[in-house]
T-cell receptor, first 112, second 114 residues
Framework: GENVEQHPSTLSVQEGDSAVIKCTYSDSASNYFPWYKQELGKRPQLIIDIRSNVGEKKDQRIAVTLNKTAKHFSLHITETQPEDSAVYFC???????????FGKGTHLIIQP | GAGVSQSPSNKVTEKGKDVELRCDPISGHTALYWYRQSLGQGLEFLIY????????KSGLPSDRFSAERTGGSVSTLTIQRTQQEDSAVYLC????????????FGQGTRLTVV
C-alpha cells in the first residue's frame, strides 16, 4: 500500500515569513494529493489539492508543487499570519480501490 | 446542514465493553473512510468503503475492530472488548468520487476507555 512521509513534524516561523512543508510518497500510481488543515479541536479541512497531470497549483497565499519523478510534493504558505497556526496533513491516493493515506502531520506555529 | 454527521460525539466506556460508532456521510457520496486520531497524533487509516466494492480493511488494528456500511450510506464502526489503548478520536470522512475529490470529515467521536 501507499506510504506517505511528512517533514518537518513541527515548524515555527515568524509572522510574514514563508513556510514550506514537504511530503514523499511511495506508490508511483498515486495521482491525487490533497492538503488538509486541522485547527485545535476541529476536524481536518481541505485547503488545496493537486492532481498528477499538473506540477503546481496556487490559491492566494497557498501553493502546492508536485514532482512525480521524485515522488514528492510540497505545501508553500507565503506571508504567514497567526491564523495559519494549525496542524497540516498531506495525503496521497491512487484512484480506485485504495483509501486516502495521510502523512503524520506538521504542527505549524506562527510567531508574532 | 448536509455535512458528515457522527454519533455519539463523546463516549466513555468501561474496558472490555463493546462500542458502536456511527457515521452518516453526505448524501450521494460513494466513498467513506474511517480514521483514528490519538491526542496530538496523525490520522491513522482504519477502513475504506467505495460504492459496492469490497472494503479496504487493511488499516484495522486487530480483529476486535469491524465496520460495515449498509445500503451504501450509513456506516458503523464496532470495537469489541475495548482496551485503554483504543481511546482516541474516531473520524469519518466521505467523498463524492472515486479517489479524486475532497474528503469531508465529520466532527469525530471521542472515545474514552476507562
Amino acid at each position: 500500500g501507499e506510504n506517505v512521509e511528512q517533514h518537518p513534524s513541527t515548524l515555527s516561523v515568524q509572522e510574514g515569513d514563508s513556510a514550506v512543508i514537504k511530503c514523499t510518497y511511495s506508490d508511483s500510481a498515486s495521482n491525487y494529493f490533497p492538503w488538509y488543515k486541522q485547527e485545535l479541536g476541529k476536524r481536518p479541512q481541505l485547503i488545496i489539492d493537486i492532481r498528477s497531470n499538473v506540477g503546481e497549483k496556487k490559491d492566494q497565499r497557498i501553493a502546492v508543487t508536485l514532482n512525480k519523478t521524485a515522488k514528492h510534493f510540497s505545501l508553500h504558505i507565503t506571508e504567514t499570519q497567526p491564523e495559519d497556526s494549525a496542524v497540516y496533513f498531506c495525503a496521497a491516493m491512487q484512484g480506485g480501490a485504495d483509501g486516502l493515506t495521510f502523512g503524520k502531520g506538521t504542527h505549524l506555529i506562527i510567531q508574532p | 446542514g448536509a455535512g458528515v454527521s457522527q454519533s455519539p460525539s463523546n463516549k466513555v466506556t468501561e474496558k472490555g465493553k463493546d462500542v458502536e460508532l456511527r457515521c452518516d456521510p453526505i448524501s450521494g457520496h460513494t466513498a467513506l473512510y474511517w480514521y483514528r486520531q490519538s491526542l496530538g497524533q496523525g490520522l491513522e487509516f482504519l477502513i475504506y468503503f467505495q460504492g459496492n466494492s469490497a472494503p479496504d480493511k487493511s488499516g484495522l488494528p486487530s480483529d476486535r475492530f469491524s465496520a460495515e456500511r449498509t445500503g451504501g450510506s450509513v456506516s458503523t464502526l464496532t470495537i469489541q472488548r475495548t482496551q485503554q489503548e483504543d481511546s482516541a478520536v474516531y473520524l469519518c470522512a466521505s467523498s463524492s468520487r472515486q479517489g479524486q475529490s475532497e474528503a469531508f470529515f465529520g466532527q469525530g467521536t471521542r472515545l474514552t476507555v476507562v
